[in-house]
């Protein structure tokens, strides 16, 4: 029994000199490559076996020739792990070099391309991560370039928009100063009337201002859906006579909410007054609510003809004025966007969808 632990300890003390040596060593080529750890970690392996077994022969007083033999052994021994460990150390460098190109096109702007040859699982768990991460880059620069052209079409549009009324006023104020005016009350209300319509622009500016900065601030208060839409149609309806639409609201639930109710008015105002602006004369525009789950969804559908599929997603979108079927009328495409930004505001989502003859936008907010 004490031979065993003499044995046991000189194994041990032998194994411990290499495996510090080896701790050592990993630590200094800690920032080489993979190739050169697992070397050493195979290294290691052979040498903590080797001296032990050295310590132990020695002890034992074996005969040179059977210490030669064991020696000769545990020499190939090593030779095979240290050829092992430096063919898959290049094997996973050479993977891991692969996915570094691969990424630096990623850091680059471009695609995430995933290696064909195979990985380890480590490594392959660390491809999809970065093809995921591809993905949601991709789609990120996707909406930045689809906001970037919202924003160039609004610049252009406002411009024009602004320069048209200007223009406008420059003229008449000069027919005016000029006493060349025929119908100076006419003119003056006229005047008053450009500048009421480039002060509804302003204002629209300002509260998307507001919106994409984060400074919208919300008196919220519980208010019942029934009044909410109320006000809204009571807002709407000379609009609504003047374009020959009728306005109906008789399916709304009595379901209370925690809005901001000015906030809330402007946004069912814009959806009506948009609504009524691209629904035939003689049509209908109809405001609905009910419960859904722990929300309530609000929606107002219009007798437009539709939106054109491919536009559907750019609705909300700054500036966006529709094409076709929604010809826009006199305005800078700020309503839906700013719907959509106070809707959020209030934990909320809009969405919009063709209909049988028309297109319904619904609002969904949380329920008291």
């Given at each position: 029994m004490t031979d065993v632990l003499l044995i046991a300890l000189l194994a041990f003390l032998g194994a411990a000199a290499a495996g510090l040596l080896g701790a050592l060593v990993l630590r200094l080529s800690r920032r080489r490559s993979l190739v050169v750890s697992l070397t050493v970690v195979a290294a290691v392996a052979v040498t903590a076996m080797l001296a032990g077994t050295l310590a132990v022969a020695w002890a034992m007083f074996l005969s040179p020739h059977d210490l030669t033999v064991v020696t000769t052994v545990v020499a190939m021994a090593a030779v095979v792990s240290l050829v092992t460990a430096m063919l898959l150390g290049r094997w996973v460098a050479a993977r891991s070099r692969d996915?570094?190109?691969?990424?630096?096109?990623?850091?680059?702007?471009?695609?995430?391309?995933?290696?064909?040859?195979?990985?380890?699982?480590?490594?392959?768990?660390?491809?999809?991560?970065?093809?995921?991460?591809?993905?949601?880059?991709?789609?990120?620069?996707?909406?930045?370039?689809?906001?970037?052209?919202?924003?160039?079409?609004?610049?252009?549009?406002?411009?024009?928009?602004?320069?048209?009324?200007?223009?406008?006023?420059?003229?008449?104020?000069?027919?005016?100063?000029?006493?060349?005016?025929?119908?100076?009350?006419?003119?003056?209300?006229?005047?008053?009337?450009?500048?009421?319509?480039?002060?509804?622009?302003?204002?629209?500016?300002?509260q998307l201002s507001r919106i994409h900065a984060g400074s919208l601030a919300l008196a919220s208060t519980r208010i019942s859906v029934p009044d909410l839409v109320d006000d809204a149609l009571a807002g709407a309806d000379p609009v609504a006579r003047s374009h020959g639409v009728r306005l109906v609201g008789d399916r709304v639930e009595a379901v209370p909410v925690e809005v901001d109710g000015k906030e809330m008015s402007r946004v069912l105002g814009n959806l009506l007054i948009n609504a009524i602006r691209r629904t035939p004369a003689d049509g209908t525009v109809a405001v609905a609510a009910h419960r859904a789950g722990a929300g309530v969804v609000l929606s107002v559908t219009d007798g437009c003809g539709g939106i054109p599929e491919e536009d559907l997603p750019r609705v909300f979108d700054t500036g966006w004025r529709g094409t076709h079927a929604r010809t826009p009328p006199a305005g800078a495409g700020l309503g839906l966007a700013i719907v959509r930004g106070i809707v959020e505001a209030h934990a909320g989502r809009a969405e919009v969808r063709n209909v049988t003859g028309g297109c319904c936008f619904e609002v969904t907010l949380p329920v008291a």
């Open positions: 996915l570094t190109l691969a990424a630096r096109s990623l850091g680059d702007g471009g695609t995430f391309a995933a290696p064909e040859a195979p990985a380890t699982a480590e490594l392959a768990a660390l491809t999809r991560e970065l093809a995921a991460t591809s993905a949601k880059l991709d789609s990120s620069r996707e909406r930045e370039r689809a906001l970037e052209t919202s924003r160039r079409e609004l610049v252009a549009w406002i411009s024009h928009d602004l320069r048209t009324p200007l223009a406008g006023l420059r003229a008449m104020s000069e027919a005016l100063e000029d006493g060349m005016a025929v119908d100076s009350g006419r003119y003056l209300r006229q005047i008053r009337t450009e500048v009421e319509r480039m002060n509804d622009m302003v204002g629209d500016l300002f």
